[in-house]
């Protein structure tokens, strides 16, 4: 099988498994225990928060350590929200994940916020004009993601941190698509807080973190015994943090990325080309064609449905998602798309294809050739 769901989640690398295998199995103390075996793992908590504040180019009291990219999320957007509120009033784009979306319209039903939602091109990209239009004096926090997690639109994110802080508004960024991409110390300088998930860059699953400035108050989700200085209570997982701290820094340290642009560029011109025959339009890129990640590609097949392309590249040897893993089962149409300006039938024909910088060409070219072959089969060619 062809594994082209990177997306949804990563296999986790060895040498992040050769730095972690230890602390499951003989440095397994408690970091708040005194004697040896706690100390032990404090020192290896230590190395994890220096090594992530390393990447971002923050402090280390700016990490805090989370179970994953939606905790990090709704900890900064209700952290603080309601840490320090000079207003109750926010913004978040309209293709944003549901641990934002969600969040945000938590605060809303239960502390009175007033949320407007900016809207996206149909490209993806948040239309800056429109973005600076909803900025208010009393907004409060900002939050918008560098990379869409569906169809690999970046997001101008240094413009809009800019706007919103102009006004003094906080800004949240969720970074979770664009580790392993992009370099996160660039990104962090432009953020009061940003998001990262370990397992979509080789770490463990149930683990991440949230850059957040120590500066800045942060009310806590988890009350507790006050570890992660008191910003996030419980026993920290030291195995986890350590895990997302070195596979932040092998994805700093990666090659350049131009191999996966080219094939990403490969996939999108195989299977337009392959699809978009005798006038007839059998498949739609989704996302900006310029500013986007490498390794998310995503079309709509409009004479199809995209759970049923699905099912066929499976049976071809080739697996893959039709969006956010967060939503799959789901009979609604993609936000995301719907936001963009598609309609819910084409919604409803997605099909994303998502890789790591170590996917083969010949896996490439074997995905290509069974999504255009899948698509006509389906529509009967």
Known sequence: MIYLDAAATTPVRQDVLDTIIPLLTHDYGNPSSTHEMGQTAARALNYA??????????????????????????????????????????????????????????????????????????????????????????????????????????????????????????????????????????????????????????????AGLLMVRGKLALEPLIHGGGQERERRSGTENVAGAVSTATALSLA???????????????????????????????????????????????????????????LELERRGVICSSGSACSAGSTDPSPVLIGMGYSEQEAHTAVRLSFTRKVKESEVATAARAVVAAVKAIAGD
Request: proline letters at 3%; hydrophobic letters at 45%.
């Open 49 to 206: 928060r220096e090594t992530a504040a390393g990447v971002l180019g923050v402090r280390t009291g700016d990490i805090v350590f989370t179970s994953g990219g939606t905790e990090s999320n709704n900890l900064a957007i209700k952290g603080l929200a309601l840490g320090a509120p000079r207003g109750r009033h926010l913004i978040r784009s309209a293709i944003e994940h549901p641990s934002v979306t969600e969040a945000c319209a938590y605060l809303v039903r239960h502390h009175g916020f007033e949320l407007d939602i900016a809207p996206v091109d149909a490209h993806g990209r948040v239309q800056l004009t429109a973005f600076k239009a909803l900025l208010r004096s009393d907004t409060t926090l900002v939050s918008v993601m560098a990379v869409n997690n569906e169809v690999g639109t970046i997001e101008p994110i240094t413009e809009l941190a800019a706007a919103a802080h102009d006004v003094g508004a906080l800004v949240h960024v969720d970074g979770v698509q664009a580790a392993g991409w992009f370099h996160m110390g660039q990104i962090a300088a432009q953020a009061d807080a940003l998001s990262i998930s370990g397992h979509k860059i080789g770490g463990l699953k149930g």
């Open 252 to 310: 700093a340290r990666a090659n350049t990325e131009a191999a996966a642009q080219s094939y990403g560029d490969y996939i999108i011109s195989a299977v337009l080309k392959g699809l978009n025959t005798d006038g007839r339009i059998r498949a739609r890129l989704t996302g900006d064609p310029v500013h986007r990640v490498p390794g998310i590609v995503s079309f709509v097949f409009p004479e199809t449905g995209g759970e049923t392309v699905l």
